[in-house]
């Protein structure tokens, strides 16, 4: 199942379910739909380094359904949470022996394939990518976009073409339930 838009306006374009609005409670943050212009005003509510380095966040997974993805925030980051569907498990582990900037296989970056949990700030110079929603563009690879200067990541969040050096970030996290987990 994907998930669905709306349009600029906020204005429900046909077929959209109120998933797109999805928020999950969490001990310390809500989700947010984050966006090239909210990251700076995100940057500035960031607390001292010595409260982030204590902070983890936790998210309850379950209302995500295949093929949609969240966005939660973490230690003042975005962090991207998608159940992956299984062609986008399948073209992400195909792809693992594949000519790529920052070689790492997909087994290397997911606890379990159906999740992929990353950090969503573009390795280059810092712009979130598009790929979230539905009718994000999601590059070349099927994956995330980043328009800033053209980055293109795969079903795994890894860089497979565009100047960004390396895969999105994988934070640490722990899975604290069958669909719950920690991040920090
Ligand atoms: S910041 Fe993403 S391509 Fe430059």
């Known amino acids: 199942m994907t998930d669905t838009a709306s349009t600029a306006s906020g204005k429900p374009e046909e077929g959209e379910s109120r998933r797109d ?64 569907t299984a062609a986008e498990i399948e073209q992400a582990t195909k792809d693992d022996s594949a000519s790529m900037p920052d070689p790492q296989t997909d087994a290397a970056r997911v606890q379990k394939p159906e999740w ?35 980055s293109h990541y795969d079903t795994s969040g890894r860089i497979r073409k565009g100047p960004a050096p390396k895969n999105l970030l994988v934070p640490p996290y722990t899975f604290v339930g069958d669909e719950t987990i920690r991040i920090g």
Do not use: Y
């Open 116 to 150: 992929l949990i990353m950090v969503g700030i573009c390795t280059h110079l810092g712009c979130i990518p598009l790929g979230q929603k539905a009718s994000d563009p999601k590059g070349e690879f099927g994956g995330w976009f980043c328009p800033c200067h053209g």
């Open 21 to 84: 609005f999805l928020l999950l409670a969490t001990s310390t943050v809500g989700a947010v739909g984050a966006t090239l212009a909210v990251w700076p005003f995100v940057d500035q509510m960031n607390p001292a380094a010595d409260t982030m380095a204590l902070s983890s966040t936790e998210v309850d997974l379950s209302p995500i359904e295949e093929g949609q993805s969240i966005t939660a925030v973490w230690r003042g980051k975005p962090v991207f949470l998608r159940r992956r």
